[in-house]
Structure formats: C-alpha cells, structure tokens
C-alpha cells in the first residue's frame, strides 16, 4: 500500500462545468503521474509531477491542468468538461529508487 | 508500431493450466520492465519487475528476450484468482514515464 488516496471516486457532471480531481498521499514522494484508462488505448500520461510546482505534459494533456503546491497533493483540474474526458483517472506515484509506479483506486468521471 | 503491443486475448484456460503472454517492445535501450495485474474497475498493481533476462515468483515467471524484444509472463498452475488484465509496461527511454501495453485479459475456468 503506497498510501494513495484520491477523490471524489465518482462524478458526474455536466459538459462545460469545470472539475477538479485531487490525489493525496502520505509518504512525500517526489514524483506523482496522472493517467487515464479507456477501453482500446489503455493508460495513457496526462501529466506528471517531479517536485512541488514542477510539472510537466504527457501524452494526453490537451484540455487538463494540474498543480503541486504541497508534496503531498496532486490536482488534475478539467477547465471546461467534454464527453471526451469521461473516463476513469488513476493517480500514481513513484519512490525515489527504480521506475515502478504504484496506483491509486481511481476516480471515475462522467461528463453528460 | 506501438512501443508496447500486448496480444488482448482473452485466453481462456481451466484451472491448474500453465499459460503464457507475450509482449513487444520497441525502444530496444528500455532496461527494466514490468507486469502488473489490473482486476475489473480495480486499479493496476505491481506484480513483477523484471531488470535483468527473467525474474520468478512463485507460479508466476517473468522472462526477458533482449534479441527479440519481447516480455514473457508464464502462469503456472492457474487459479481463479488469476483472472484479471495483466499490463505489460516499459520505461520511456531516459525518463521516469511509463508506456502500458493495453493488457492481456485472462479468464480461469473452473
């Protein structure tokens, strides 16, 4: 247990609403990664943090922004919701030593 | 071509097979991979680093063919409880990125 949380675990919300997914964990990790999973392309990068206000894009990041004011938060905020974002996002962090990365139980996110 | 491609499946095998998965990979300076099993609406968890030709624990043995580049995950003895989407993943060559295969799905029979 890597001692990740994240919430809220479900939304729903409307297309054009602004949404704010936050991931916290306890163990003061440097690195921290958000991914999102769809069925036929897998996880794919959005963003990923390697230190407080040090971020940076992956893959995907077009229409998602994030912050790292404190070590311990990650936030992944959606300006302007599209059906396109409905997906289920998954916070990772990895330690210091290697390349693993260990998950978060996920937020699963509804755009109507 | 995909920098990780892992065959969908499903495989379907009845309890006490041995089954294997395959995975390629393109970036052939990636030193480590990994498996992880991802369970249904669960998130993905760790289940084996692989750093040098193989790894094994347990049922599970992870083998590593630089020549070919591919990753192979041998189950031995199938359970159940095996039944999951096992991810196939490699480092983005000088970085702390992973890349996902889009996972092999397993299904155990009784």
């Known amino acids: 247990d890597a001692g990740i949380t994240q919430s809220p675990r479900h939304k729903v919300t409307e297309t054009g609403t602004p949404v704010t997914l936050r991931c916290h964990q306890t163990e003061n990790h440097r690195y921290m990664y958000w991914y999102r999973q769809d069925p036929g392309h897998g996880l794919r990068l959005i963003h990923y943090?390697?230190?407080?206000?040090?971020?940076d894009k992956g893959e995907v990041s077009d229409g998602y922004s994030v912050s790292r004011s404190k070590t311990e938060d990650f936030l992944l905020t959606l300006e302007s919701a599209t059906s396109s974002q409905t997906s289920v996002y998954f916070c990772a962090i990895k330690r210091e030593a290697g390349y693993e990365q260990y998950f978060g139980p996920g937020t699963r996110l509804t755009v109507t | 071509r995909k920098e990780v491609e892992q065959d969908p499946g499903p495989f379907n095998v009845p309890e006490g097979a041995t089954v294997a998965f395959n995975c390629t990979y393109s970036n052939s300076a990636s030193q480590s991979f990994f498996w992880y099993r991802q369970d249904c609406r669960k998130e993905p968890k760790l289940l084996m680093s692989v750093y040098s030709s193989g790894n094994e624990d347990g049922r599970f043995t992870a083998q590593l063919n630089r020549a070919s580049q591919y990753i192979s995950l041998l189950i031995r003895d199938s359970k159940l409880s095996d039944s999951a989407t096992y991810l196939c993943?490699?480092?983005?060559?000088?970085?702390?990125?992973?890349?996902f295969g889009s996972g092999t799905r397993l299904l155990v029979r009784p």
């Open positions: 943090s390697y230190g407080v206000k040090d971020t």
């Open positions: 993943v490699a480092p983005l060559a000088s970085s702390y990125k992973l890349i």
